[in-house]
């Protein structure tokens, strides 16, 4: 174990940090002034989009593991936005990268890094959700092109999206993992209908979508007809990575401890109530834990040793705890927690009102904490699958 | 940076794993922890030709000098077995006070017999970390140490005994006039009641050993929980893949799945938070207390989470005497409450932030 830093690595530090004084005044409270703008200056600077070739729009640095964690670091001290994290460049980007053709890279990895173009993922259906094999929609030949049609649905952002990454079934007589392809296409093509559906957040976060007979060319295909299922799991595999991402959830406990400092109830202040104090710490001590696995994880990357457990348990333990941080400030907020909408007694615009509710959401999307516990038990610990119901 | 065991350290514990399933396998546990024996010498002379005794011990004095992540590397092991040995107060608590403390003459008188394993050392510090219960306590007057203490680590047999005053000042003492075993739920390790008449004794000069101390037993005790936790979710999963109930294994439902998939998500993240503890310790000072008294009280919490669980997990087998489980469910149960429960360690590290009074 070896935690210094070479005189390289602190002069990177350095400057990181130099640039980040620069640049204070483009961003407020962790949120860009113009995300845009925020975007191409992070790019620029190898901030963003770092290890990604400089032929599809990113920096070009090559891999290090060790600079990427002191970017972290030091965005997170300086409460500085990471720059556009959404689906796309967090999930479609990576998977391009692995099986998409040289094409596909170059026109969609640039937009998409620069935030110009928005993709919503098209993988869930009403009857296909933890079973996401099982899934209907339908893609048929029409020459150089499918004809889809079907219905997704929890599809988030769909309502914004230039975009879709989409699982369609494309082989119908094929067994149900390998009949599956993943497809590009706009979302402006005739033939999609978007219906928002409103969470209990009160935004509209996700959508319904359907699809009649919506023409694709078969070239969108991603990694080749009949390997969508394959290309899903590279995707979620990066999912399930950001969704328990340990450095976000530092970054919200030390806003929770600012919270707990400076609010006061009856005159006291809420860190100075022992109950509370005692809640705090005993989350504190689980972002650590996950922050040095994260560490460890870092470390089996580099050195190309596989991270086992210490990997499969991040999305579950990472999303819950989320959860419960958002549950303490709500609980240390007391009935100021309860307040939702504009009001001069709400405190940070409603957001930890809307992580409690939106967190919920995390906990079952990209994998719900039972599905994540069967994976930690078959692949982790080598315990029996279920047996497959016998056919009927 | 290189978050991870290096190949030595994982030689380590891979040697102390080894050699302590021979010396100390479950049988010979239970006639220690039964009082069929009362004496486990032999367990610490085999484990002295690893060197472990003198772990901590700078090679001056006949030692391998190795830090505390090495230490909670070999804890976790010991831990992982119940191994009934003098480890933590002689090998590291001791040796520390010595080290920080000692003048010359008592490092060299001391230090090598430790090193050795010739001599061991017991710790009385409960009171000063913990607090005074039972109107224990020690005070010192003309190099003579009068009271008693409760909770001592390793004091049975102990050749030399590191204790703490009233006021937090650390002795070094050679004959306590009495001690007395405290019966525990966990037999595998014996505490001690320590009573002193008029004991001779002599000042240790360090302020913040005391301070150096605590962390380090509380990364030890954490290290030791990792240990037993990892064990005892093990030997669930082994139970699981074997017992049979409706005509198929029992780890094949998916319920007895999720305890044990729980069980790992919990001890995964940990097993990190020992290491930065321990690595702390050695080489990040103004962390190193915040983050042995997180290490101690999480290692607690989700202790007793794996405790339990893989009890259950066992079915009524778990409950009984036959397989032996409960010793590790009662060494979880010890190290939770020794020198300090949860929540009085996690009062401390929101003090050591600024963040309690
Ligand atoms: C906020 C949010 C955003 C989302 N965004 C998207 C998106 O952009 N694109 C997209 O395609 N999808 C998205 N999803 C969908 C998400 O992937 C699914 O909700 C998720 O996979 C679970 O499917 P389901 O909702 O149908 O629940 P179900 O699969 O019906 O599960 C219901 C309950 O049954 C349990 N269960 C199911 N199968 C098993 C099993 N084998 N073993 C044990 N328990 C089981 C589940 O754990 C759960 O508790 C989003 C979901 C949320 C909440």
Request: aromatic share 6%.
């Amino acid at each position: 174990m070896d935690l210094t830093l070479t005189p390289e690595m602190a002069r990177f530090r350095d400057e990181v940090r130099a640039f980040l004084q620069a640049h204070r005044s483009e961003y407020d409270a962790g949120q860009p002034k113009d995300v845009l703008a925020w975007q191409r200056l992070l790019i620029d600077n190898g901030y963003a989009a770092r290890t990604i070739p400089k032929a599809y729009g990113g920096y070009g640095a090559e891999p290090d593991i060790l600079k990427s964690r002191i970017i972290t670091e030091e965005f997170i001290r300086a409460d500085a936005p990471r720059g556009i994290a959404n689906q796309g460049v967090s999930m479609l980007v990576p998977t391009l990268l692995e099986v998409g053709s040289e094409e596909q890279k170059k026109q969609w990895i640039g937009p998409t890094l620069r935030g110009e173009v928005i993709w919503c993922q098209g993988y869930s259906e009403p009857g296909a959700g933890s079973d996401l094999a099982s899934l209907q929609t339908k893609a048929i030949e029409a020459g150089d092109d499918f004809l889809i049609s079907g219905q997704k649905i929890w599809t988030s952002t769909a309502h914004q999206a230039d975009m879709i990454f989409c699982l369609v079934r494309t082989e119908p007589d094929a067994p149900k993992h390998e009949g599956i392809s993943y497809i590009l296409f706009p979302m402006t093509t005739p033939g999609i209908e978007v219906r928002p559906l409103t969470t209990m957040t009160g935004h509209a976060e996700f959508n319904e979508v359907f699809f009649t007979d919506v023409r694709v060319p078969k070239a969108n295909v991603v990694g080749g007809r009949g390997r969508g299922w394959f290309v899903a799991n590279t995707t979620l595999k990066h999912e399930r990575g950001m969704l328990g991402d340990p450095n976000a959830t530092e970054a919200r406990l030390n806003a929770l401890i600012e919270l707990m400092k400076t609010e006061t109830v009856g005159g006291e202040r809420i860190i100075d109530n022992p109950l509370f104090r005692d809640r705090l710490m005993q989350l504190q001590a689980r972002v650590f834990a996950m922050k040095f696995n994260g560490m460890r994880l870092l470390t089996a990357a580099q050195t190309g040793e596989g991270a086992g457990l210490a990997g499969l348990v991040v999305k579950l333990q990472g999303c819950e705890l989320n959860h419960q941080i958002a549950a303490l400030a709500i609980d240390a907020l007391g009935e100021l927690g309860i307040l939702y909408h504009d009001g001069p007694h709400l405190r940070a615009r409603g957001n930890w009102q809307r992580n409690y509710m939106f967190d919920l959401g995390l906990i079952i999307g990209g994998g719900t904490a039972q599905i994540q516990k069967n994976i930690i038990s078959e692949r982790g610990l080598g315990m029996p699958r279920e047996p497959s119901p016998a056919k009927a | 940076m290189r978050f991870a065991l290096s190949e030595d350290q994982k030689m380590l514990q891979a040697s102390v794993g080894k050699a302590i399933a021979d010396l100390a396998p479950l049988d010979r546990v239970r006639r220690y922890a039964e009082g069929k024996e009362t004496i486990a010498a032999d367990i610490w002379a085999g484990l002295s030709d690893l060197g472990l005794p003198g772990l901590m011990i700078p090679e001056a004095h006949g030692g391998l000098g190795l830090g505390l992540l090495e230490a909670a590397v070999a804890a976790e092991a010991l831990g992982g077995a119940v191994a009934p040995t003098p480890f933590l107060g002689s090998a590291v608590l001791a040796p520390l006070a010595l080290t920080l403390g000692g003048t010359p003459e008592q490092q060299a008188r001391w230090l090598p017999k430790l090193a050795s394993g010739e001599a061991t050392a017991g710790v009385c510090i409960a009171e000063a970390v913990a607090g005074a219960r039972d109107g224990a306590g020690v005070v010192a007057k003309d190099g003579r140490l009068e009271g008693f203490c409760l909770f001592g680590l390793d004091a049975q047999d102990a050749d030399l005994l590191v204790v703490a005053d009233r006021d937090g000042k650390l002795w070094l003492a050679e004959r306590p006039a009495e001690t007395a075993v405290m019966s525990s739920i966990d037999e595998t390790r014996r505490l001690s009641e320590v009573i002193f008449a008029g004991t001779p004794a002599e000042p240790l000069a360090s302020n913040e050993a005391l301070t150096r101390l605590r962390d380090a037993a509380w990364v030890v005790l954490a290290a030791e929980m990792l240990g037993a936790g990892q064990t005892m979710l093990e030997k669930a999963v082994a139970y699981a893949k074997e017992r049979k109930q409706f005509g198929r294994v029992i780890g094949s439902f998916q319920a007895v799945k999720h305890l044990c998939a729980e069980m790992a998500a919990e001890l995964e993240p940990a097993r990190a938070l020992v290491w930065y503890a321990a690595y702390a310790f050695d080489h990040a000072p103004e962390e190193a207390s915040l983050m042995a008294a997180h290490a101690k009280a999480h290692l607690s919490e989700i202790g007793r989470f794996v405790a339990r669980t893989s009890t259950e997990v066992h079915g009524g087998i778990g409950m009984t005497d036959l397989l032996g489980l409960h010793y590790w469910f009662k060494r979880l149960g010890q190290n939770r409450q020794l020198l300090g429960g949860p929540e009085k360690v996690r009062e401390y590290a929101a003090r050591v932030q600024g963040l309690a009074a």
